[in-house]
């Protein structure tokens, strides 16, 4: 627990999404994260890469692969993606498979950032405290609880991700 | 990582604090702790319990050993304690000493959870997380990181805490 | 200005609009009205009426016929009606030619009340003083200003309402 | 209703309240009047002058003078002023005799406008509207409601302003 640099990768996903009236649609945007670091008043050194902006619907393999090479190349040894929820469990299998020897935990929203009340500040906080503590391995963070990556699945139905 | 029950036990301190218009001044309130976890969609089992409504200034080693005692004696072995921040580090101490075996992690906030911009639920996240996945042992989560308890201190000029 | 009963119709718009991560998608939802005038600790007796849900692009001429009814039959004469804001100006036009002898006062927001930042409790409360204390007519609340109903268009590029 | 500048002079209050952890107490700052407007999305020309930051128990006749001399000597004719609500009808008084032929309305809110719920945006909304369009007066918005300045008190048992 000495002080270690976290590495925050984004990707999209509800937990940087914002209304435009303009378009009368629902975006993702540039990410917000840095802001609800701030607010967070996160001191540890902390690096923020906006790798995409995408839906996680939307996410290729390449995408994928994409995630699991800046984790893989970057200096850090301990890694935040945030990440749509539909498809976390997907990319946390290719980060699992592709970058060894690094601590990383996915996390994002099922309310976005933007509103008054959300999950996004509290997933933030469990990944930031998983990426720091836990040893080597892919890990998601989400409805409270810290999942093996390769071990949940969305609920979505239920709104929530479950072990299984 | 198998589901696991997690106690949160809330002593007050800002985390707590709210403002009161008819008494111009700002006091220690009933927990809004519950409230910040149905936001934060937490879908594990957490059972809350209020011992105080204090400012940590004004806890005394009584009050501590009672806490102490409140973690030791319940079932859970995973313990989230939202403590004031000002003596969060003397709590920490009397927990390691009286509490053996459960994986115990303080935290609070430097601004109001009732506050728009707060770092109450990022903190109550790493805390959730902590208490999960750390080996046991006293931890403290604020400022973005989690510190072995014993070997931290608030720099209160900084407002941040600093390991030791 | 003696107290003074008033009428709030909601017919849905961006002031309403949540978002469900179970369909990644934005909808307008049971209305936030009655949350947001308690949280402004509104006093005053006021009657919220749930007339319809829809984005105001999808209202019908009957709609806005019906919008107008509600207001012309009730017993208030002070009226807020809160409304999407592209076609806000078109049920302006109808209140103003169907509802005579009663201060009507349109508002809405051009980002959903459920956000951190948003203009709905601002436009809000502008709609309420301009329907107590505006001579008998129709207006229009947002952007900070308060525009004679027919006299008002809402200029979408530069994203806020502008006289005419 | 041809647009028109709104002049904004705060004087502090609870509406611009913030809590210090470093002083373990609660202050009143920097106002946060301008981030609100800007929030909601005011399009009007609108000057904010910080006359002075003090709860309104504190005001004294020469504070509430230099709100008055502020008022008249400038070059709007519609004024908005933010003020504790302790002693705004004190200082609505000295208003109405010192500042003839223009529109003024105070207002404040109950809970810091820091706070995620609170009715300072509202109030503002009221009293921007009623600066806008009421005659020639001073006038207070509070509690959803706009009274005559000269005819309202502050319940403070009962959390509101009522009208006498």
């Known amino acids: 627990m000495t002080q270690q640099a976290i590495l925050v990768l984004t990707t999209g996903g509800t937990i940087d999404k914002n209304y435009f009236d303009a378009l009368s649609e629902y975006q993702i945007v540039d990410s917000g994260i840095p802001a609800l670091l701030q607010e967070a008043r996160v001191a540890l050194p902390v690096r923020v890469?906006?790798?995409m902006r995408?839906?996680?619907?939307?996410?290729t393999e390449a995408d994928r692969l994409a995630v699991a090479g800046a984790a893989r190349e970057a200096p850090e040894t301990h890694v935040v993606v945030t990440h749509g929820t539909d498809t976390m469990t997907e990319t946390a299998r290719v980060l699992a498979a592709e970058v060894p020897g690094k601590t990383i935990c996915l996390t994002g929203a099922l309310s976005p950032a933007r509103f008054a009340e959300t999950d996004a500040h509290f997933n933030l906080g469990m990944a930031f405290a998983t990426a720091q503590i836990a040893?080597?391995?892919?890990?998601?963070?989400?409805?409270?609880?810290?999942?093996?990556?390769l071990?949940?699945?969305k609920d979505r139905a239920a709104g929530k991700f479950v072990a299984i």
Chains 1, 2, 3, 4 share one sequence.
Do not use: W
């Open 49 to 51: 890469v906006e790798l």
């Open 54 to 59: 995408k839906d996680s619907l939307e996410l």
């Open 135 to 149: 040893p080597p391995g892919v890990y998601i963070a989400m409805s409270g609880e810290v999942f093996d990556g």
């Open 151 to 153: 071990k949940v699945r």
